[in-house]
């Protein structure tokens, strides 16, 4: 199994016979496969569409924070990807976007110290095996150290102690991840394993990162009622969601 579709372009050139099960942004996009539904050569796995919701957070973090006119996209590489969509609808809000780049812990270090330095209010961490991988734990220590609000892809990383995250529960894309390859492992062949997609795109508030944001912040997040969640499906219409609460 492997994670971004970096590494699964690695496995692919290292053999072309072992089975591989790739947890990805777009498998099909990125051809690594050339069908979902009956995926031909080693190749499967979750196709999680992710830099589809880059725009979606900076919406959502807009919403939470209508006061932050300079928000940070944070990628692991340039150029970033979708920046023409993020900017296109960072000028509907009437904000600033400026782009911070990191791939490595020391990188990450600066990157953020000098979002503070530079007075950047908040942070729109994009979709990234690395940024939402290995990376994550520093990121969200180096946000708390800094008191920088942002917007993460994992919900589990908000109830770590991260502000707010949206996207599929990493915990649910392992999973959809490990009954492909037991399907494998019990013979099945690689175009007999479709790729699939999360079934679900949770939006989840830490409501105790958000008082100390706003027992410290005049910048703090709106409030988000108790009761509210949201459980919506990939291909619904998610325009206006609610937020899951998390302690």
Request: charged share 20%.
């Amino acid at each position: 199994m492997v994670f971004g579709p970096d590494a699964a372009r690695a496995a692919q050139k290292a053999t072309q016979r072992i089975p591989i099960v790739a947890l990805a942004d777009d498998l099909l996009g990125s051809k690594l496969v050339a069908s979902m539904s009956h995926p031909d050569g080693n190749t499967t796995g979750v196709a999680i569409f992710a830099f589809q919701l880059d725009v979606k957070r900076l919406a959502l973090l807009h919403e939470a924070l209508p006061a932050a006119r300079k928000i940070a996209v944070f990628a692991d590489h340039e150029p970033i990807r979708n920046i023409d969509a993020l900017e296109s609808a960072a000028r509907a809000f009437g904000i600033e976007i400026v782009p911070y780049v990191a791939g490595s812990e020391g990188e990450v270090i600066r990157a953020i110290d000098a979002m503070k330095a530079t007075s950047v209010e908040a942070v729109n961490v994009l979709a990234s095996p690395l940024l939402g991988g290995s990376l994550r734990l520093l990121i969200r220590d180096r946000f708390d150290l800094h008191r920088l609000p942002a917007i993460l892809q994992w919900p589990e990383e908000a109830e770590a102690g991260g502000l707010i995250a949206y996207g599929p529960r990493l915990s649910v894309v392992f999973r959809q991840c490990a009954r492909q390859v037991a399907k494998l492992l019990r013979g099945a062949k690689v175009a007999e394993v479709p790729v699939e997609q999360p079934t679900e795109i949770v939006l989840a508030i830490n409501l105790k990162t958000a008082k100390a944001f706003c027992d410290h912040s005049a910048n703090a997040p709106q409030r988000c009622g108790p009761s509210d969640r949201l459980r919506s499906g990939v291909g619904s219409e998610l325009t206006s969601p609610r937020c899951w609460p998390t302690s």
